[in-house]
C-alpha cells in the first residue's frame, strides 16, 4: 500500500469518527425503562410518565463533545435550557450495568426542574437517597423517611 493510501484510509477513519450521529428517542414511545425506583417516584409524587426527550451520543467522544462534560464523570447528563437528556451510548451503559439507574437519574432531574423549586444539592440528595448511591455530600434527606422526603418534595412545588 502506497504512503497516500494510508493517509487517506487514516482520514476516512478520523471523519466517521468525529462525525455527529447521536440518535433522539422519546421517553414512553421508543423507550421504556422497567426500574421499581423510577416507577416509585413517578406514583408517589402523582407525575404522568412525559415524552421526555433523550438523545443517545453516538460514541464517548460525541457524548463529551455535545456536553461538555468528560464521560469519565458523567454517564449523562440533563440540560434544564433544552429539556432534553443528553447520555453515553446505550451499549456502554448496559455494559457497566447502569442504563436504567442513569436514566432514571436524569430523569428524575427533569421533574424536579420542572415542577419544585429543589436546588441541585437538593435535587442530588433526593436522588442519592431514592436510588441507594451513597454518596455523603448529598446528604440533605439523610434523616428523612423516604416518606417525609416525598413530603417534603411536594411541598416544593413551583
Ligand atoms: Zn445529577
Redesign the pocket.
Known amino acids: 500500500m502506497n504512503k497516500k493510501k494510508i493517509i487517506t484510509i487514516i482520514m476516512i477513519i478520523i471523519l466517521n469518527i468525529n462525525i455527529f450521529s447521536a440518535k433522539t428517542y422519546v421517553l414512553g414511545e421508543d423507550i421504556n425503562i422497567k426500574y421499581d425506583k423510577l416507577n416509585l417516584f413517578l406514583k408517589e409524587l402523582n407525575y404522568d410518565l412525559e415524552k421526555i426527550l433523550i438523545v443517545e451520543a453516538y460514541n464517548l467522544d460525541e457524548f463529551t463533545k455535545i456536553t461538555d462534560k468528560p464521560y469519565s464523570y458523567y454517564s449523562a447528563f440533563f440540560i434544564p435550557e433544552k429539556n432534553i437528556i443528553i447520555t453515553q451510548p446505550f451499549r456502554i451503559l448496559k455494559e457497566k450495568n447502569i442504563y436504567e439507574i442513569t436514566l432514571t437519574?436524569?430523569i428524575i432531574?427533569y421533574y424536579l426542574t420542572k415542577y419544585t423549586i429543589l436546588n441541585e444539592f437538593e435535587?442530588?440528595s433526593v436522588?442519592n437517597k431514592l436510588l441507594n448511591l451513597n454518596i455523603k455530600k448529598y446528604n440533605k434527606f439523610d434523616k428523612f423517611t423516604q416518606k417525609d422526603m416525598f413530603i417534603y418534595i411536594k411541598n416544593e412545588r413551583k
Request: charged letters at 35%.
Open positions: 437519574h436524569e432531574h435535587q442530588e436522588i
